[in-house]
């Protein structure tokens, strides 16, 4: 659950007003739709910024490969999210993180060969084949957005009947 992730980061902030990786937490969970405090989120990420020191290069990397997306500077976030999947091609979060900068920004030709990556990495991740079907849908391959929606509906089947997934499904 968000929110019990975004309390757990409050009290490792109170606890540790240093910790970097703490404040890169909040500033994506705060910079993200659910919460939508970009003023909020800003300031936690340049705290982190200013902490970068305390933490590894991986961190480091991370860290300025999400502020950069969520700044909304496009080229500067991909080269850094390809720089780091480069060295940790592995990473779950990060490569699903590039993959949805890729999809909300227009470019679901390169979003769909991160999502398949993922899919590979983690085949029973649906909101990957949502995501997926959803770049598919865009481009007008429908015959694969369909596929990935019946891959993503096998391992979550409620999802067929949730509110936006049953209107793009439907329209598809």
């Keep these: 659950d968000r929110l019990y992730q975004v309390q757990r980061y409050e009290a490792a902030i109170q606890k540790d007003p240093e910790f970097a990786m703490a ?3 909040l500033g994506l969970a705060y910079s993200s739709h659910i919460y939508s405090n970009a003023v909020k ?3 936690h990420y340049e705290r982190a910024l200013e902490l ?6 991986r961190e480091r990397l991370s860290i300025r490969a999400s502020y950069e997306a969520d700044l909304g500077h496009e080229q500067e976030a991909t ?3 390809e720089a780091y999947l480069q060295s940790y091609p592995n ?3 990060m490569r699903g993180s590039f993959a949805r900068m890729l ?5 679901c030709q390169d979003a769909i060969g991160q999502f398949q990556e993922l899919t590979r990495l983690v085949p029973r991740r649906a909101s990957a084949w949502v995501n997926l079907a959803t770049c598919f849908g865009h481009l007008g391959q429908y015959r694969q957005a369909l596929g990935s929606y019946a891959k993503a509906f096998e391992i979550e089947p409620t999802w067929m009947t949730s509110d936006n997934l049953n209107h793009e499904y439907g329209f598809l």
């Design 91 to 93: 990473d779950i979060p």
């Design 52 to 57: 970068a020191g305390r933490t590894t290069d």
């Design 41 to 43: 989120g800003r300031r």
């Design 23 to 25: 404040h890169a937490a």
């Design 79 to 81: 080269r850094l999210f």
């Design 103 to 107: 999809m909300l920004r227009d470019h």
